[in-house]
């Protein structure tokens, strides 16, 4: 077990090679355990508590491996801010790339309960989300929240079928280096769409891999090496004013499952067009 990288100043992740105990996951998420709702919230508001959603989760055979929580400057919203647990089924936990439910939510409004579908390949520990294409259900906090919730997480585990479809004929495809490098210039756009501040990095560092069983030119790798080394970060670029700089790793929640949804989504595109 690890307490990785943070998305925030002072807001861990903790991933496991483990199902997470509930004493491990307060460490980093105490919001998950809240046992009311935020003041602000009316009486309308469903309170089902993450906690017991996650409990149900578990019956079902749903165990979570990673944790987080954003970092709030309002004290009195961390018990109740927003929040992400990845999930993985029990027959998908000693796979070379498991399947994982992304479920994020608050207990502040900021967020209702959603389901994405994700990856998560053992040999980098970086979690890959899938878009629209595969799974995003969102609960609203009214009405059988929970059986919503879980009735989601298998329609999510379902979706991944197309999922695995897409990686497959991902793997068939391969790129020329004019495509790699078309792919990958467009993957910078994702993630620096300021047309008045440059990428500081080049398609070529994106697209460098960072073990040498990645070094393939086949469209799966190509897009797991841009898709690594933009929400890692560590490289070596220049900014617009000609200063050396590192770039960051991405994050908050809310940006790297964006910037990671939109990149299955360019690389899922790409597959329609080679195919």
């Not at 307490?3 to 483990?18: D, G, K, N, P």
């Not at 970092?71 to 992400?84: A, N, P, Q, S, Y």
Request: a neutral charge; proline letters at 4%.
């Amino acid at each position: 077990m690890q307490l990785a990288s943070r998305f925030a100043s002072r807001s861990l992740v903790l991933r496991s090679e483990h199902p997470l105990s509930d004493d491990q996951i307060r460490t980093v998420a105490p919001s998950i355990f809240a046992d009311a709702p935020h003041e602000s919230r009316s009486q309308r508001y469903a309170y089902i508590p993450t906690a017991t959603v996650l409990n149900e989760l578990r019956k079902e055979g749903f165990q979570p491996f990673m944790v987080t929580q954003t970092r709030v400057r309002d004290e009195g919203k961390r018990e109740h801010t927003k929040h992400m647990v990845r999930l993985r089924h029990a027959g998908q936990i000693n796979a070379a790339e498991a399947n994982e439910i992304i479920l994020l939510n608050s207990h502040d409004g900021t967020s209702s309960y959603q389901l994405l579908a994700g990856m998560f390949r053992f040999v980098c520990k970086n979690g890959l989300v899938c878009g629209d294409t595969v799974a995003d259900v969102r609960v609203p906090h009214k009405g059988d929240v929970a059986g919503q919730v879980i009735d989601g997480a298998y329609e999510v585990l379902h979706g991944f079928d197309r999922a695995l479809e897409s990686r497959e004929a991902m793997q068939a495809i391969t790129l020329d280096a004019g495509e790699s490098e078309v792919f990958a210039r467009a993957a910078l756009s994702l993630k620096y769409d300021d047309p008045d501040k440059p990428a500081p990095i080049t398609e070529t560092q994106i697209l460098m891999p960072r073990r040498i069983d990645d070094h393939c030119p086949d469209l799966w790798s190509v897009f797991n090496r841009t898709q690594e080394n933009l929400i890692k970060g560590g490289l070596t670029g220049r900014a617009a004013n000609g200063r050396r700089q590192s770039t960051r790793p991405v994050q908050g929640i809310d940006t790297n499952l964006r910037l990671n949804r939109a990149l299955w989504l360019l690389a899922d595109g790409m597959r329609q067009l080679k195919a």
